[in-house]
């Protein structure tokens, strides 16, 4: 069996009005589970605003995932 080396398990992106915590947000992502093994390619394609580049930013940690887990190497990101 191939070694998983990404594995992203129910990742969501919530924007919220800065300041305003009770404020409704504006969901990027929602609950998004995939895994990359060894050898593998991943494309990410879809309609301009579909959530691409923020799906790209969250998993490089440029903008923090509100809600879910992403494994690098069996390792969570946030260590």
């Known amino acids: ?27 990027a992502l929602q609950h998004i589970s995939l895994e990359v ?3 593998e390619f991943l494309s990410i394609i879809g309609a301009s605003g579909c959530g691409k580049s923020t799906f790209g930013r969250v998993l490089l940690q440029l ?9 690098y190497y069996g390792t969570t990101l946030d260590r």
């Open 37 to 39: 093994y060894r050898g």
């Open 1 to 27: 069996m191939s070694e998983v080396i990404l594995k992203i398990q129910d990742v969501s992106r919530v924007y919220t009005e800065s300041g305003n915590p009770q404020a409704a947000g504006v969901e």
């Open 63 to 71: 903008y923090p995932q509100t809600a879910g887990c992403t494994l």
